[in-house]
């Protein structure tokens, strides 16, 4: 059974340009959640994507917003990217929403420049 | 103050040592609380959840919880190299949007050394 896929695994962009990420989740999985990762701030939640829609966001400026598609697949978008979005991000699928049991990719790593 | 807090570590043990890891956390309205274990360059895998408060063993693994104290922990018996790793703890909120918004600590770093 195939985990959580995501890509691509690294990125550099440069200070103002937008990115998107995309995550595919486990067969079967209609939940998809999105985190930053940071060392200064650990793992944040981002939003909730369930039978695409968004369920829950979490303290995030609307430059990070995300979408799901039909076959539970999502991406994540990040506009006017700033050096601070530098991060590991990382989606986790599951089930249902609000399932305890979530699988993470490895995760996309983000280097804004 | 953050809602969860956790030592960054390191956590330095020798093999075989049982070893005990901490969270304390602010918001009594958490439920369901989680420990994930994350390898480098990995993405978190969940090691345990519990609801309640008190013990729920796995293997080398018992996850304890005090709601009455707001303290959760993880000890890992008989530790091995391979344990070696950042262990997060997690706790989850029920949020308007009609699901679980998840809050983790910063996680602890542990090595285990042969």
């Known amino acids: 059974k195939a985990g959580v896929t995501q890509t691509p695994r690294y990125l550099i962009k440069t200070r103002g340009q937008q990115v998107t990420l995309s995550c595919s989740p486990i067969?079967?999985?209609?939940?998809v959640s999105w985190y930053q990762q940071t060392p200064g701030q650990g793992l944040q939640f981002l939003f909730e994507?369930?039978?695409?829609?968004?369920?829950n966001k979490g303290n995030f400026p609307g430059r990070f917003s995300g979408r799901q598609f039909s076959n539970s697949r999502s991406e994540m978008n990040v506009s006017t990217l700033e050096l601070g979005d530098s991060a590991l991000y990382l989606c986790?699928?599951?089930?249902?929403?609000?399932?305890?049991?979530?699988?993470f990719g490895q995760g996309t790593r983000l280097t804004v420049v | 103050q953050k809602e969860v807090e956790q030592d960054p570590g390191p956590l330095s043990v020798p093999e075989g040592a049982i070893v005990s890891l901490n969270c304390t956390y602010s918001?009594?309205?958490?439920?369901?609380f989680m420990w994930y274990r994350q390898y480098s360059r990995k993405g978190p895998e969940l090691l345990m959840y519990t609801y309640s408060s008190g013990n729920k063993e796995d293997g080398r693994f018992t996850a304890q919880v005090d709601k009455s104290s707001k303290y959760i922990s993880l000890f890992i018996r008989d530790s091995q190299p391979s344990d070696s790793a950042t262990y997060l703890c997690a706790m989850r909120l029920w949020a308007s949007g009609g699901s679980y918004i998840p809050t983790f600590g910063r996680g602890t770093s542990l090595i285990v050394h042969p």
């Open positions: 986790a699928s599951s089930l249902d929403s609000g399932s305890t049991e979530a699988f």
């Open positions: 067969s079967g999985h209609r939940s």
């Open positions: 918001n009594s309205a958490f439920q369901y």
């Open positions: 994507y369930f039978s695409e829609t968004q369920r």
